[in-house]
T-cell receptor, first 114, second 112 residues
Framework: AQSVAQPEDQVNVAEGNPLTVKCTYS??????LFWYVQYPNRGLQFLLK??????LVKGSYGFEAEFNKSQTSFHLKKPSALVSDSALYFC????????????FGSGTRLSIRP | NAGVTQTPKFRVLKTGQSMTLLCAQD?????MYWYRQDPGMGLRLIHY???????AKGEVPDGYNVSRLKKQNFLLGLESAAPSQTSVYFC???????????FGQGTRLTVV
């Protein structure tokens, strides 16, 4: 069965410092992996995805994520956090099978202090 | 660009009442989804559709029905609302199952 885990409910970072939001997954075969961001009272917005190829994926707003197959992880990173990055972040995974569904993690609230 | 539009944005229902949530997308996407978002549980897939006239069950389909009579619309129905269905509901659409999804702004439903 597919699953995705975001082990931290909240991550607190000072502005200008690097940030990491963790995601681990379980899926049969190769995964499709996604990160989304949700601002208050809004729907989710796509940040980046891993389908195949380079393990380091670059996305919107300066975010990037590193796919690690051996650790089954897809952590979201940014070299220098901004206060405007404060939001709820979701990791999602889907297997290659046509029967596979997209599963979302429980979300991590990122708080950037000035 | 409207993208994905959900109506209504807010609704309060009494237990046992029925209602339909409407999702419309103007991107000509084949795939459409209904999710519910509950605190600490992320998004859970209720039902989805891989094209006009098709529907399939997701993780938590019980108590909900869906229809996709037109490619651009995906309706979510609650036949007899229960307090456990109090949630924020999101509709999304995508070109394919392995491409990014575009989300609506959500419908906050309270069942009392």
């Amino acid at each position: 069965a597919q699953s995705v885990a975001q082990p931290e409910d909240q991550v607190n970072v000072a502005e200008g410092n690097p940030l990491t939001v963790k995601c681990t997954y379980s899926v049969s075969g190769n995964p499709y992996l996604f990160w989304y961001v949700q601002y208050p009272n809004r729907g989710l917005q796509f940040l980046l995805k891993y389908i195949t190829g380079d393990n380091l994926v670059k996305g919107s707003y300066g975010f990037e994520a590193e796919f690690n197959k051996s650790q089954t992880s897809f952590h979201l990173k940014k070299p220098s956090a901004l206060v405007s990055d404060s939001a709820l972040y979701f990791c999602a995974v889907r297997g290659y099978s046509s029967a596979s569904k997209i599963i979302f993690g429980s979300g991590t609230r990122l708080s950037i202090r000035p | 660009n409207a993208g994905v539009t959900q109506t209504p944005k807010f609704r309060v229902l009494k237990t046992g009442q029925s209602m339909t949530l409407l999702c419309a997308q103007d991107m000509n996407h084949e795939y459409m989804y209904w999710y519910r978002q509950d605190p600490g549980m992320g998004l859970r897939l209720i039902h989805y559709s891989v094209g006009e006239g098709t529907t399939a069950k997701g993780e938590v389909p019980d108590g909900y029905n869906v229809s996709r009579l037109k490619k651009q619309n995906f309706l979510l129905g609650l036949e007899s609302a229960a307090p456990s269905q109090t949630s924020v509901y999101f509709c999304a659409s995508s070109v394919q199952l392995n491409t990014e999804a575009f989300f609506g702004q959500g419908t906050r439903l309270t069942v009392v």
